[in-house]
């Protein structure tokens, strides 16, 4: 019979991709990493990877393997949450991922109120450009600029989040209005970016971040143009270019794991997220 924990460290190298990223995420070193699967290999007599110089390639056997455990972490994640979802009391952990603007600026400022009402809730905030894996348990509930398509995650559209063109006011008095702020290369194929590009007219980035706070923080300082939400325009001083019909808008969706969603503590959450992001936004 082998070993659960090393069948969870397994899961988490396929997950990755590496054994520093699995090391990373477990909390322990790439060694032990190493470690768990060899001894998984010895107890199920199956080569799951191919330990080649500069890394481990999954083998084909892997790969089941890999498929196996993805199921069973599920079935766990679906009996914790069975077990859970009976108890009255509103404690434990949550995890929250979303955009790291969106949580700084329309959830965390907020929190005070749902600690108010549930003293022994605890969160965790992980701010993430990507959604995180809600059935790899890498967060209970998501915020995303799409919509999830997985077909065991329960999503709700929370509104829409429109973009226009910002600069400070000493930019705009200015006769040059040709610099603009934007994406690196990481985000240069999100909507907002290709729809600042357009505005933009073919003329280069003077500043390129992924970050859309140092994006409003430049802007703020007289750099140029950039595109932005209001609520974060707005927090810097920063005024509208042109025209405010001008503008561009993503959607903003709410994702949970429907074995999750009736657990008491993940319930009083998406419940707060409702009651407090969603009148921020546009319907």
């Known amino acids: 019979m082998f070993d659960w ?19 990373k995420s477990l909390g322990v070193d790439h ?51 069975f077990a859970s979802a009976g108890q009255a009391q509103v404690e434990g952990q949550v995890v929250l991922s979303a955009p790291p603007a969106l949580l700084g600026s329309l959830v965390a400022r907020s929190i005070g109120e749902l600690y108010s009402r549930y003293p022994r809730l605890r969160l965790q905030l992980v701010g993430s450009k990507s959604r995180a894996s809600l059935s790899r348990r890498e967060a209970d509930i998501a915020i995303s600029l799409t919509r999830p398509t997985q077909p065991t995650l329960v999503a709700n559209l929370l509104g829409h989040l429109d973009y226009r063109l910002y600069a400070s006011a000493a930019y705009l008095r200015s006769a040059d209005r040709q610099r603009f702020i934007g994406y690196d290369e990481s985000q240069a194929k999100s909507p907002q970016q290709r729809w600042l590009d357009q505005q933009a007219g073919g003329r280069p980035l003077v ?77």
């Open 5 to 23: 924990e090393d069948l969870r460290y397994f899961s988490a190298f396929v997950a990755s991709g590496s054994l520093s990223a699995a090391a």
């Open 31 to 81: 060694a032990t990493v190493a470690r768990r699967i060899a001894s998984l290999e010895a107890s199920l007599n199956l080569t799951l990877v191919d330990r080649r110089p500069r890394a481990y390639v999954l083998t084909e056997q892997g790969r089941r393997v890999g498929d196996f455990a993805d199921q069973m972490t599920t079935s766990s994640f679906a009996l914790e949450h």
């Open 207 to 283: 500043l390129q971040s992924n970050d859309l706070r140092i994006q409003a923080q430049a802007a703020a300082g007289g750099v140029g143009i950039a595109c932005l939400p209001a609520f974060i325009a707005d927090e810097y001083g920063l005024q509208t270019l042109g025209d405010t019909a001008q503008s561009m808008s993503i959607e903003i969706w709410l994702a949970v794991h429907e074995e999750a969603r009736n657990t008491p503590r993940i319930k009083a959450v998406t419940e707060f997220i409702n009651a407090t992001v969603k009148p921020l936004l546009r319907l």
